[in-house]
Structures are given as structure tokens and as C-alpha cells.
């Protein structure tokens, strides 16, 4: 009899498409519910929808999106890569800077900060794709 190992792993590969974010987010959303982590749901939308929506706009070519599941406990790493070398303040350690009340953008990585369990980043010489770039991931739990 077969078993099925609870971690896998989903790679998207986005193009830089105004309606790429969009086609992450559900595929976030099925890639949950197919796999019974739903309850991450909420969560992990925001975390991604961040993420990806940043790659889009900070960069001019296409990213990419992974989804890992990770035992003990279970939790789930998004991982977002893309082409700008950049890497924003609350991935080097500090805190992402403050938007003043009248600012439209700015709140997001603050989010990021306040809802994953976990984060960090790497920088890529060699890169993805053979091109330099920045990997950001998040983690979020039960």
C-alpha cells in the first residue's frame, strides 16, 4: 500500500502580467484546499498576495511563486523569487519603515512582519533562471 507524504512542494512560474498576482492567489487557494490546510487560508492569501504583488511590481521580468508544505509542526513556506536584486527592510533585519497616514502604499511588508510565523531572504548571484535576483519567503502555521 502506497502512502502519501504530507509535504510536497508546487512551483508557479508568473509572467510579469498585471493579472499574475490574481492567478497565484487562487492557485494558492486550491493547492490549500486540496491538500487539507485550508485553516491557513487567510493567512497565507495575504502573505502570498504581498509577496507576488511586490515581485510584479519591483520588478520588470517574470517571478516565481513555491509553495512548500513543512512537518512538524505543519506549516506551509511561500517562497517568491524575482529578478530585482533589492531586498526590503524587514527581510535584512530591520523593521519595514512606517507610512505616513495620508500614504496609499507602504503597509504591506508591515503586515508581513505582523502575520508570518517566520521569514527571511536570500540573494541570488547565480539567480533562478540563471539571472541574479532575491528569493523572499514566509512562513505560516496552524
Not at 504530507?6 to 493579472?19: G, I
Not at 516565481?64 to 527592510?89: C, G, K, M, Y
Not at 535584512?92 to 510565523?117: F, H, K, N
Request: with cysteine; hydrophobic share 40%.
Amino acid at each position: 500500500m502506497a502512502t502519501v507524504s504530507p509535504s510536497w512542494a508546487y512551483t508557479l512560474h508568473l509572467p510579469h502580467d498585471p493579472r499574475a498576482p490574481r492567478v497565484a492567489r487562487h492557485t494558492l487557494r486550491t493547492v490549500l484546499a486540496t491538500h487539507g490546510m485550508a485553516g491557513l487560508l487567510d493567512t497565507a492569501e495575504l502573505l502570498a498576495s504581498e509577496l507576488v504583488t511586490n515581485a510584479h511590481r519591483y520588478s520588470a521580468e517574470p517571478y516565481t511563486l513555491r509553495l512548500r508544505a513543512l512537518e512538524e509542526p505543519v506549516r506551509l513556506r511561500l517562497s517568491v523569487w524575482d529578478a530585482n536584486p533589492h531586498i526590503p527592510a524587514p527581510f535584512r533585519g530591520a523593521a519595514a519603515p512606517s507610512p505616513r497616514e495620508d500614504d496609499e502604499r507602504g503597509r504591506g511588508l508591515q503586515l508581513v512582519q505582523r502575520c508570518a510565523d517566520n521569514w527571511g531572504a536570500y540573494e541570488l548571484q547565480g539567480g533562478l533562471h540563471g539571472r541574479p535576483g532575491k528569493l523572499l519567503w514566509v512562513e505560516c502555521g496552524r
